[in-house]
Structure formats: structure tokens, C-alpha cells
């Protein structure tokens, strides 16, 4: 199982990006998708998931600004960041958890089989 996160970079405060995560070896349709972060010298934190069944939750630090979607036929899980602020710097992992138990499991890490080796974002205030 491999999860391949791309699409980080440097971007001015109040810009965008969009992240990528590509998900190989395993069935898509059949893992619930998240997103984390770790800014340095913390934890890394929950972003945003998305259900099996398509139920998306969010953080609430980015909540009306990130975008949580996926393209099944790709295995592909997206993360539109918009509005971005300098807190946002961190490097963002994608994860796959094969069963959830609770809708509150997605903000934990230990939730999650499979990570991504994380890609960096950097806003520039």
C-alpha cells in the first residue's frame, strides 16, 4: 500500500493549493481518506476526512476555507486549500483507515492503517 501526497509548496497569506494524495495497493472505494498536519514542535492534527460514503468532516480551524473530495476512479483524495493563513504552515499527510468506528475516530491518528509521507506547505505572511 502506498499513499503519494503531492501539490505542497510556498504561497502568500490569503492564497491557495491544492493538495493530492494517490492511493495505490489498496481498494479505494472501500477506505475512509483523512487528512492531518504537523506544524514543527506539535502534533500532528486532524484537517478533514472523508467517509466511504462520502461524509466529510473538518477541523474547525479550517472549516469554510479547505475542501476535503476524492475521485474514486483515481484513487485520489484532493484537499482545496483556500484563503490560506501563515498557521497553516506545516506538512500535511494523508491517511486511509480501513474501519472507523465512531464518526469522532476520524480526528485521531491512531484511526488510520496507512499514511502518506507528507507534503509541505509554507504560507508566507
Known amino acids: 500500500v502506498q499513499l503519494q501526497a503531492s501539490g505542497g509548496g510556498l504561497v502568500q497569506a490569503g492564497g491557495s493549493l491544492r493538495l493530492s494524495c494517490a492511493a495505490s495497493?489498496?481498494?479505494?472505494?472501500?477506505?475512509?481518506m483523512a487528512w492531518f498536519r504537523q506544524a514543527p514542535g506539535k502534533e500532528r492534527e486532524f484537517v478533514t476526512g472523508?467517509?466511504?460514503?462520502?461524509?466529510?468532516y473538518y477541523a474547525d480551524t479550517v472549516k469554510g476555507r479547505f475542501t476535503i473530495s476524492r475521485t474514486i476512479a483515481k484513487g485520489t483524495v484532493y484537499l482545496q486549500m483556500n484563503s490560506l493563513k501563515p498557521e497553516d504552515t506545516a506538512v500535511y499527510y494523508c491517511?486511509?483507515?480501513?474501519?472507523?468506528?465512531?464518526?469522532?475516530?476520524?480526528?485521531?491518528?491512531?484511526?488510520?492503517?496507512?499514511w502518506g509521507q507528507g507534503t509541505q506547505v509554507t504560507v508566507s505572511s
Open positions: 495497493g489498496l481498494g479505494f472505494s472501500g477506505y475512509h
Open positions: 491517511a486511509a483507515s480501513r474501519r472507523v468506528s465512531y464518526s469522532s475516530s476520524f480526528y485521531y491518528t491512531n484511526t488510520y492503517n496507512y
Open positions: 472523508i467517509s466511504k460514503s462520502g461524509v466529510t
